[in-house]
């Protein structure tokens, strides 16, 4: 039976640190380009140089509850504009109707001229805050700001189309979240403190490597 999820009291990441809904514990959610509370690299980002910008991060899930139908992703960034002076979270990726029998997508993921019998055929991309579908990546415009991935398990199919807002998506999620996978990054203009980063030189942007995660406050 799907549970009732109350989205205004959803778990929030507060200064680098999040509350997840004990429930759902062991519906994990990873990317194997970055730690939980670690840098997401360059490459992900706005500020990759050449053709190693804007890519979506490889993110691979697991422990899918039972009856799980469909599966939804939502990325945001919640301290926009201003860490310190938050406003309104800014939507950077939707996707909708991920077949559960997948285990995660890869890099640089879109369903653009996708072949119909490709496996990712039947994900659908929703529009990001910039008004277009697909992935955008991080561009802060000032401090490190955190991007949450939510990952949701529905008891059913989403009939969204290729153009759904995270607004629409969380109203037809209402009353079919099985489960909630939160995965957590950080990006922004100035670098983490000595042992918190996993920062690349931007004459290196090939080498970016998986971040690390944070350690205390």
Request: aromatic fraction near 10%; include cysteine.
């Amino acid at each position: 039976m799907a549970q009732h999820v109350d989205y205004a009291h959803s778990p929030v990441l507060h200064k680098g640190h999040y509350h997840p809904l004990s429930e759902v514990q062991e519906f994990r959610l990873v990317s194997s380009a970055f730690h939980p509370d670690g840098r997401i690299p360059r490459k992900f980002t706005q500020e990759g140089q050449g053709s190693q910008r804007d890519e979506s991060p490889p993110l691979e899930w697991y422990g899918v509850p039972d009856g799980t139908e469909s599966l939804a992703l939502i990325m945001q960034d919640p301290d926009a504009p201003d860490p310190n002076a938050p406003i309104v979270p800014w939507v950077h990726w939707v996707l909708t109707n991920i077949p559960p029998t997948l285990k995660g997508i890869p890099a640089n993921f879109t369903t653009k001229d996708m072949d119909p019998k490709n496996e990712y055929a039947e994900i659908q991309e929703g529009v990001n805050d910039w008004k277009l579908p697909g992935y955008r990546g991080p561009n802060p415009p000032v401090g490190v700001h955190c991007y949450e991935f939510r990952l949701y398990a529905l008891d059913c199919k989403l009939k969204l189309g290729h153009k759904a807002t995270k607004d629409k998506v969380l109203d037809a999620i209402e009353g079919h979240v099985l489960g909630e996978a939160l995965l957590i990054g950080h990006y922004g203009k100035d670098n983490f403190r000595r042992g918190r980063d996993s920062y690349v030189a931007p004459s290196l942007p090939s080498a970016s490597g998986p971040g690390t995660p944070f350690v205390g406050k």
